[in-house]
């Protein structure tokens, strides 16, 4: 099933509840460029055909962005009172005009959910933002919760000529899957990740040949995009009037 119905799920309601105080964590990350990247795929290939993708991970298989969690206390503390959350969330800024281009997700086994923090509207009010799953397309509506199956075919895109679009990402386990299920998924996560970041250690320090190696490749990329930051330029994409006005 390409979308799912949020009321399905009880936390989803308290999570829309949230969105007041995690708008106003997200704002207060304009003081320092820390903390954003560009987002790219896992085998560090480009994600959109126009425009600028930019992300805040405050959590991803394991890696350490605690600092940048530090930065939004409540936003944390509200991810670590969802149920089977699958620790991975992030901010995410679509730039105007922007479209990530269609692809599938790594797995079928979580689901994702979208917590829209600021959306951009057309010149009759109507949401400038969209996202595509299998054959079903949808607006993003601020502040409204969006739950998807990313392993299915999607795209999605920010039509406005001049506004980003900022969403709160969070993934959580399918529901399908039975708590031992779960359980023993997260074992097997947490070994598929310690290995991958063995192998990024060893090829940052060697001479290692990458052909082959995507998980190391991917905690490589992640890490790297971590360390270059973001620009001057790539703030003003993220912030846009948002910088300006508040």
């Known amino acids: 099933m390409p979308f799912w119905d949020a009321s399905q799920f009880p936390w989803a309601a308290a999570l829309e509840s949230h969105v007041d105080v995690i708008r106003e964590e997200f ?5 320092s460029l820390a903390g954003f990247q560009r987002y790219r795929s896992s085998d560090d290939s480009e994600t959109t055909d126009r425009g ?3 992300v805040c991970y405050l959590s991803l298989h394991g890696m350490d ?3 940048n969690g530090r930065m939004c206390p409540r936003t944390m503390e509200t991810l670590g009172s969802i149920p089977r959350f699958y620790h991975h969330a992030l901010f995410s800024a679509l730039d105007s005009s922007t479209h990530v281009t269609a692809h599938y997700g790594p797995t079928n086994k979580k689901l994702r959910c979208f ?7 057309d010149e009759h009010g109507e949401s400038s933002c969209w996202i595509r799953v299998n054959h079903e397309t949808r607006r993003v509506e601020e502040g409204k919760v969006l739950i998807f199956d990313d392993s299915f075919y999607h795209e999605a895109a920010n039509d406005s000529p001049s506004s ?10 399918h529901p399908d899957l039975t708590d031992l299920e779960v359980k023993t998924l997260e074992f097997i996560n947490k070994a598929q990740i310690s290995a991958a970041k063995r192998l990024a250690k060893a090829m940052e320090s060697s001479e290692v040949e990458r052909e082959g190696t995507s998980d190391g490749s991917f905690i490589t990329t992640i890490t790297a995009n971590k360390q270059v930051g ?3 330029e790539d703030a003003v994409r993220i912030w846009g009037e948002y910088m300006r006005e508040r």
Do not use: Y
């Open 230 to 232: 973001i620009t001057e």
């Open 65 to 67: 962005f605690s600092e």
């Open 27 to 31: 704002l207060s990350l304009r003081d």
């Open 52 to 54: 600028h993708w930019h």
């Open 164 to 173: 980003p679009r900022i969403v709160l990402i969070i993934d959580v386990w």
């Open 115 to 121: 917590l829209p923090l600021f959306v951009p509207t």
